[in-house]
């Protein structure tokens, strides 16, 4: 499955962006999903999952009540909602594919796209 994310940006803190990603290839629906994030001279880190469903929903602690991760499998596409972002939300955002479960590991991965949130 190849993926591409996009709808990154420069947003003033507390705003609110909407990351899509979309996948072609093999079913997408046989994927569990995810969003990952990498802040310059940081490891890329966990952001949110879900299940192949649309069920099992699954967030880091920072981002709990401010992101919300969905998918529709009719468009292949996979989303991450973004409001009240901070400053420290900055970071290259990775969508990722995989068979082993929202929270496994994930076996493909696409292009990043930049979210910069000013203060």
């Known amino acids: 499955v190849q993926l591409q994310a996009f709808g990154g940006g420069l947003v003033q803190a507390g705003g609110s962006l909407r990351l899509s990603c979309a996948a072609s290839?093999?079913?997408?629906?046989?994927?569990?999903m995810g969003w990952f994030r990498q802040a310059p001279g940081k490891e890329r880190e966990f952001v949110a999952g879900?299940?192949?469903?649309?069920?099992?929903?699954y967030y880091t602690n920072s981002v709990k009540g401010r992101f919300t991760i969905s998918r529709d499998n009719a468009k292949n596409t996979v989303y991450l909602q973004m409001n009240s972002l901070k400053p420290e939300d900055t970071a290259v955002y990775y969508c990722?594919?995989?068979?082993?479960?929202?929270?496994?590991?994930?076996?493909?991965w696409g292009k990043g796209t930049l979210v910069t949130v000013s203060s």
């Open positions: 290839g093999r079913a997408f629906s046989s994927y569990d």
């Open positions: 879900i299940g192949r469903s649309g069920d099992r929903l």
């Open positions: 990722a594919a995989g068979i082993g479960g929202p929270l496994g590991p994930m076996q493909y």
